[in-house]
């Protein structure tokens, strides 16, 4: 089982890094995850995680009042916005697209009703 938390943690940890470059891919969830996934399985890569430098921080503000800065929230936002214009774009079915709107918009909410920095 110790395995597959440190497979999980490790990929979670490359969508985050991937995620720092690619604007519509969120880099903090997958930090959290990872540090999550660490958690249960190597204290050394929790640790390590955790404590560096530029990695560290986000998941520092989490844990400690589950604060979102405004930059965060403003490229949140516009990432899922482009996100859904993409959906529009390709003309996907009425249903997805109304599927896809309420749990961004559900996204939306939960992210600007945390707190800032």
């Known amino acids: 089982m110790k395995a597959l ?10 969508l985050g890094l ?10 903090v969830p997958f930090l ?22 530029r990695l560290g ?7 400690e009042s589950g604060a979102i800065s405004r930059q965060a929230k403003r490229l949140a936002t516009v990432s899922i916005a482009l996100a859904f214009g993409i959906s529009v774009i390709l003309g996907l079915k009425w249903w997805i697209l ?6 961004l918009t559900a996204v939306l909410v939960f ?5 800032e920095e």
């Open 5 to 14: 938390w440190i497979a999980g943690g490790f990929g979670a940890l490359l």
């Open 18 to 27: 991937v995620g720092i470059v690619l604007p519509l891919l969120p880099t």
């Open 32 to 53: 959290l995850l990872a540090a999550f996934c660490f958690a249960r399985s190597s204290q050394h890569l929790h640790d390590w995680l955790t404590t560096h430098p």
């Open 57 to 63: 921080p986000p998941i520092a503000r989490w844990n």
């Open 98 to 103: 109304a599927v896809q709107a309420a749990a």
């Open 111 to 115: 992210i600007w009703t945390c707190p």
